[in-house]
Structures are given as structure tokens and as C-alpha cells.
């Protein structure tokens, strides 16, 4: 099994995915046990002094002016983290709960924290044992972080609260680590605070999108290259020298995509020629790369901030190099909540460019002599036509998500925390704007493949050799082609996991190669 090891200089995007979607375990490394004793033996000095210093020796938030004497500390740690654990609504997913753990273990071990070896020894383990605790969708207001997330976290390695187990069952948190010969930990000074500081909720949620938006941006490229196809399209839209006059990466990634998958194709160029001559595809064609490539600039925006936060010690106070403890707004989620708003508006606009070419594919006045609907025998056949409500729908929800979350604020914390960032919601409603995403995708993988295959039943032309793999590969997954109607959710089911498993990428790819 894949083994991810901690040290003190944080973590990649790639290990984070192997721990909350790989079960890759997880070791501390010998540099990150001495750093975590090293701050440890500082925050344990504060607490010997009669000075009151913010986590060690004082209340929270807005009690924080109260001094807490040494016979109740570890009282004040564990109850933060009871007092904390307040979320509400539906469980979060497994694997974002094991993101959130992850990356707090990994904020744990830079050595800024003044937790203990101990403890960090303990999240491994929790984290290694497949226990997963029972977190709720609200809670956080991503500012001093994802609070509430990650209390219900450190509620379990106290050994209190619910948890999922490795069988997928959910049990008393004592149960479980007793089960997995796991004691709980009795937090002390500053530890309680260090558990909950943290934006890695919404982090772990920015790195497993990019992932997914990763493939899902390419797939797009390919379904549009498809109904290009289908539409008899010009591939010389997709000439390199006309994406090297206006230098976008993204823009130049998404055409030369989309000019590999027709590389071979019969069925490009006939756009002067066929039923309803043009002198130009339209727009949801033509500005295909234009604005799947927009998206493509703005996921490697968000991955170089996301790269920074994994990079980061997010905690308050901060134990620094120098033996130093200071209060810092290090915490706040602006930066990770402002490129996951920014992420939802590039989805919903790249859905909206495939609606509309899936819409063009089924309308009989513009889709240059195809059938309407691509229905079997029109009229006693409705063909795609609620296939495309369906996509129209998830578009119009998409929108609705692109609202940001980012730009709202509301106070708390008896107004200490009087500016917080809804880091959290934008990252819950960018998971499932990837949802729906892949659901438009698919929706236009189904059209444009059975346009193409219609293209070359009617008219003798053959699909470049790459649309012709994914169909291929589409048809052998159990996802039907043309013909009458047919109880049509299942294919529109199987067309969405075939996308979601990047089984169209790995198809194309093996006919062009690796794409971008």
C-alpha cells in the first residue's frame, strides 16, 4: 500500500488525494516528531509562566481575556472541542473528512503548532485505521478556519462522538478506537485550540476538484470535438497559429486537444457544402477552446493557490523558529474561498457552451441535416429532446452556484470574529457543481455520439479514429446507440460514470496519446 510521509515542509495535492481517495497510509517522518518536541517544550514553558498567553492560558474568541490556572487546562482543551463539535445537516463524505484530517495532521507536524508527538502519532493512526468521523455539512463560516469540522475530528481522538468505521458502519468513537487498539488522547494546553485552527476543509475540497476538473475540462475538449464532427464543422478554427496570436495556455491546450481527437476525420470541413451552408460555425463551436482554455488559466490559478496553503503552517497562535508565540489571522479562508467561487463560475460557463451545442445537434434548422432530436422516426419518436431539459436544468443550477460565497460575511464570536470568509460553503457548493458538470458532459458525449454515428449511417463519413475509440468504448460500457426510444436514465447513468471514471479520456488517449 501506497505510504504518504508527513514531514515539516507540508504536502503535495497528490498525497492529499492518495489519503482521502486512496487510502494511502500515512507515517510522520523523524524530522516532523522532532519539530513537533521542539515547539512542544516552548508552549509547555508559557504554560509555567504566570503571563496569560492566547490558547496556552486563556479562554477563546471572544473569552480570551480570562486567565485559566493550570488545575483547569486540560478541562478548557476538551471543551473546546466538545463546545465546538456543533454541526448540523447531512454527513459530510468520507473522503472529504479525510482530506480535512490529513491536512490538519500536516499543519500539526510542521512544528509551529506545540502539539504533541503524541497526538500526531494518534491522528495517523485514526487516519490509518480507516476511521472516519461523523462530521455535518454546516458549521463553518471559514474563518479561525473550518472550526466546527474539525472539532467533530479531534472529538474522535478523544474517543467521544460518532465514527464511521472501515466497514462503512457508524459506532461509538470509543468503540472504534478501542476496536483498533488506539487510545484516545487527553489534550493539554494549546492542543484542543491547534485541532480546530485550520482551513483544511475547504482545502482538501479546492485540491480534490482540481483533480476532478482536471479530466472533466478534457472530456469536455472531446465531446466538443465530437459535435464539431457532428455538425460537419471546420477543424481550421483549431490551427496552432491562430491560438498563438492570442497566447492563453489554456485557450492553445483546449485546441490542440480537440484538433488531435479529428486528426483523420471525414466528417470536418464540409460547413460550405452540406444542407445549410455557412461561412463560419457558430459560436458555441467556433469559441470552443476560447472558453474551455479560460477555465483551463483559471484551474492553474487555483492550483497555485492551493499549492501555497499546502505549503502553510495555518494555526493561532503560531510557535515560531525563533521560540516566539504569536497571534496571527493566518486562519482566515479568503484566499482558498476566492478561488473556489471563481472555479464554480468557470464550470457553469462551460456548461452553458456545451448545452448549447447539444441543443444545436438536436434542432432540425440548425444542425445541418440531422433528424430532429436525433430521433429514430420523428413524431413517434421524441429521441434526446428531455435529455437536453435534463442538461438545461443542471446548467440553470449551475448558474445558481456560480453565485459566490465569498462576498458574504457575517459576524460572530461576539463580534471578535467579525469577518469571516464562507470558505466552506464555497467549497460545498463547488463539489457539486463538479457534480453537474460531469452530468452536462455526459449529456453531450450521448448526443454527439449518436449524431456522429447517424453522420456516418446517412451520409457514408467515418469519425476521425479517436471519436471512433470512444464510441467504441461508450458502446461497450452498455450505453446504446441511435435507435427508437428507449427508457432513456440508464444510458444518460451509464454515459455519467463512464465521463466521471475518465474512461472517454483513457479511450481517446489511447488512439492521440496523452492529452492536457
Not at 516532523?32 to 496556552?56: H, I, Q, S
Not at 478506537?177 to 475547504?202: C, F, S, W, Y
Not at 463551436?285 to 477555465?295: E, K
Not at 445541418?368 to 435534463?390: E, K, N, R
Request: proline share 5%; hydrophobic share 45%.
Amino acid at each position: 500500500m501506497h505510504t504518504v510521509v508527513v514531514g515539516t515542509a507540508g504536502a503535495t495535492a497528490e498525497d492529499v488525494v492518495a489519503v482521502a481517495r486512496g487510502r494511502a497510509r500515512v507515517e510522520l517522518s523523524g524530522e516532523a516528531l522532532a519539530a513537533l518536541a521542539r515547539a512542544r517544550e516552548v508552549v509547555e514553558a508559557l504554560a509555567a509562566k504566570p503571563e496569560p498567553v492566547y490558547g496556552v492560558s486563556t479562554g477563546f474568541g471572544a473569552l480570551a481575556t480570562r486567565h485559566i490556572g493550570p488545575e483547569l487546562r486540560v478541562r478548557l482543551q476538551r471543551n473546546i472541542v466538545r463546545s465546538h463539535a456543533a454541526g448540523m445537516g447531512p454527513r459530510v463524505e468520507r473522503e472529504v473528512v479525510r482530506a480535512l484530517m490529513f491536512l490538519r495532521l500536516k499543519t500539526v507536524a510542521s512544528g509551529h503548532t506545540g502539539v504533541r508527538p503524541e497526538v500526531a502519532r494518534t491522528m495517523a493512526d485514526v487516519l490509518n485505521a480507516g476511521i472516519t468521523p461523523v462530521v455535518h455539512e454546516f458549521g463553518s463560516l471559514g474563518c479561525s478556519g473550518d472550526l466546527a469540522p474539525l472539532s467533530h475530528c479531534a472529538l474522535t481522538l478523544m474517543g467521544e462522538g460518532d465514527a464511521e468505521g472501515p466497514d462503512g458502519t457508524v459506532r461509538p468513537a470509543g468503540e472504534l478506537l478501542a476496536a483498533h487498539g488506539i487510545e484516545p488522547v487527553e489534550l493539554r494546553e494549546k492542543e484542543g485550540l491547534a485541532l480546530l485552527n485550520g482551513t483544511d476543509g475547504m482545502l482538501g475540497m479546492l485540491v480534490m476538484a482540481l483533480a476532478d476538473l482536471h479530466r472533466l475540462y478534457t472530456s469536455a475538449d472531446i465531446t466538443a470535438a465530437l459535435s464539431l464532427e457532428a455538425l460537419l464543422g471546420t477543424d481550421r478554427i483549431l490551427a496552432p497559429e491562430l491560438h498563438a496570436i492570442r497566447p492563453h495556455p489554456g485557450q492553445g491546450a483546449s485546441a490542440a486537444n480537440m484538433l488531435r481527437v479529428l486528426a483523420g476525420s471525414a466528417l470536418t470541413g464540409h460547413f460550405q457544402e452540406d444542407e445549410a451552408p455557412r461561412v463560419q460555425d457558430a459560436y458555441s463551436v467556433r469559441c470552443a477552446p476560447q472558453v474551455a482554455g479560460a477555465g483551463r488559466d483559471t484551474l492553474a490559478y487555483a492550483r497555485t493557490v492551493a499549492d501555497r496553503e499546502l505549503a502553510s503552517a495555518v494555526d493561532n497562535p503560531v510557535v515560531l523558529a525563533d521560540g516566539r508565540v504569536e497571534s496571527n489571522g493566518n486562519f482566515h479562508g479568503a484566499p482558498v474561498a476566492y478561488v473556489l467561487d471563481f472555479l464554480a463560475i468557470a464550470v457553469a460557463d462551460l456548461a452553458s457552451i456545451t448545452e448549447r451545442r447539444t441543443d444545436r445537434l438536436l434542432d432540425k434548422n440548425r444542425s445541418h441535416g440531422l433528424p430532429p432530436f436525433l430521433a429514430d422516426d420523428p413524431g413517434v419518436d421524441s429521441g434526446l429532446m428531455i435529455a437536453q431539459y435534463t442538461q438545461a436544468a443542471l446548467v440553470s443550477e449551475l448558474k445558481r452556484l456560480a453565485v459566490p460565497a465569498s462576498v458574504d460575511s457575517i459576524p460572530s464570536s461576539a463580534m471578535q470574529e467579525d469577518h469571516v470568509s464562507m470558505g466552506w460553503s464555497a467549497a460545498r457548493k463547488l463539489r457539486t457543481a463538479v457534480e453537474h458538470l460531469t452530468r452536462v458532459v455526459a449529456v453531450e458525449l450521448y448526443a454527439a455520439t449518436r449524431a456522429v454515428e447517424l453522420r456516418q449511417e446517412h451520409k457514408g463519413l467515418t469519425p476521425a479514429p479517436a471519436s471512433r475509440a470512444a464510441i467504441d468504448a461508450l458502446r461497450a460500457a452498455g450505453v446504446a446507440g441511435p435507435g427508437p426510444d428507449r427508457f432513456l436514465a440508464p444510458d444518460l447513468a451509464g454515459a455519467e460514470t463512464f465521463v466521471r471514471e475518465g474512461r472517454l479520456v483513457e479511450a481517446v488517449e489511447g488512439v492521440t496519446g496523452a492529452l492536457v
